[in-house]
């Protein structure tokens, strides 16, 4: 009975695995570190990651009927577990929104959930979140308050996004689906309807392992992706927007006059186990634009690319009325974070553009896959890869 367990076990293990769409390296693309079991922000223990995605209707855009490209992505620190991170934030552009941040500045910790939408749902999401804590008990006190983390990319393009499509329900499918190991990744939750640097964007996600003195540490990134121009595209060092530009990325049929080359925006979550504290957090969602713009982002002025980042470490952190002591990794040492977290988020972009799968939204817009044979012949093209 013992080996039939352990059989099962490892089927289950090994079907999650090939149902995985492939990844940036597993189609050749190199990278520098070393990654965790997943490769993913649940990487971090206790992280978990849930999503609701919503894909229905073809054609024109009539409003309130679609068609339907979104979803809503929740990140909770320590799953099921109401306990506090420390936390941090960080905005390289500002033209988009990531509630509650004010109070994680001001108090040092998140309190909640974090939530990513679509730019138009970030209201009925926070609601959500607030009715959610309610419905599950999450608080045990008599009296609370709390500011629920809800950010936001412009899917537009492809999505019916006046039409309001989220709703309460998505945002508990999302935390109530929230899980560890294996992430989907592309065109789900909040990425569904995501464009990235000429190609189909979305949700992706990587990790790094580091080790300081005689201690190993985790960094998870999970990034809604939706931003870039795709003559600043590079992987690995190559020019792969200039390459390819004059390969089909976007055909959009309806776009408005007023759209610049570069809109769009996008959201980075970083988690740790390493001892972090708030200041410490926010040098590193500091760094997250060094990874973007490996990859080719700029920062644009119609882009809001803001960060949140967040250690699991120090559980018992969070106190009302008690003294408590914390552990807190020497600044002197926190360079190997640093560079993991540059790292994790680039791979966690082309992650996500790797999984992404054409997609044709409102009025025949559509947003076209990354063409991996074509990236993997420049890469050799380049010798960055044999």
């Not at 990325?249 to 759209?259: G, Q, V």
């Not at 997250?288 to 980042?309: C, K």
């Not at 947003?367 to 890869?385: E, F, G, M, S, T």
Request: one cysteine or more; glycine letters at 12%.
């Amino acid at each position: 009975m013992k080996y039939l367990k352990l059989l099962c076990l490892f089927l289950l293990i090994q079907s999650s695995v090939s149902a995985q769409k492939p990844r940036a390296r597993d189609i050749g693309i190199p990278f520098n570190g070393i990654t965790g079991r997943f490769n993913a922000i649940t990487d971090v223990k206790g992280v978990e990651v849930g999503y609701s995605t919503i894909i229905s209707g073809q054609g024109k855009n009539i409003r309130g009927k679609g068609p339907v490209r979104t979803g809503v992505t929740a990140i909770l620190p320590r799953g099921r577990n109401n306990n506090p991170v420390f936390a941090n934030w960080y905005s390289l552009n500002g033209n988009g929104e990531m509630t509650g941040t004010t109070w994680i500045t001001e108090s040092g910790f998140l309190e909640t959930p974090i939530m990513i939408t679509n730019t138009n749902s970030v209201g009925v999401v926070r609601d959500a979140v607030l009715k959610w804590f309610v419905k599950t008990g999450w608080y045990k006190e008599d009296f609370w308050y709390t500011y629920p983390v809800v950010a936001e990319t412009y899917d537009g393009f492809l999505n019916d996004i006046y039409g309001f499509h989220i709703q309460e329900k998505n945002a508990y499918e999302a935390l109530n689906s929230a899980t560890t190991g294996f992430l989907k990744e592309g065109n789900v939750g909040g990425g569904t309807g995501m464009m990235c640097l000429g190609f189909k964007g979305g949700t992706g996600t990587s990790s790094r392992v580091v080790k300081i003195k005689d201690s190993a540490y985790t960094v998870g990134v999970l990034v809604q992706s939706n931003f870039g121009s795709k003559k600043n595209f590079t992987i690995a060092g190559v020019p792969v927007g200039e390459e390819l530009k004059d390969t089909l990325n976007y055909e959009l049929k309806a776009a408005p006059s007023y759209r610049q080359t570069g809109d769009g925006s996008i959201i980075v979550v970083v988690a740790t186990d390493a001892p972090l504290l708030p200041h410490q957090l926010k040098r590193i969602a500091a760094r997250v634009p060094l990874g973007i713009g490996i990859v080719g982002g700029r920062g644009e002025n119609g882009s809001g690319d803001i960060f949140i980042a967040f250690s699991t470490a120090n559980p018992s952190a969070f106190q009302r009325v008690h003294f408590t002591k914390v552990d807190e990794l020497p600044n002197d040492l926190i360079n190997p974070l640093l560079d993991a977290t540059v790292q994790a988020v680039e791979e966690a972009i082309i992650n996500a553009m790797v999984a992404a799968e054409t997609m044709e939204g409102i009025n025949g817009n559509k947003a076209y896959a990354l063409p991996h044979k074509l990236v993997i012949d420049l890469l050799r093209k380049y010798n960055r890869i044999k």
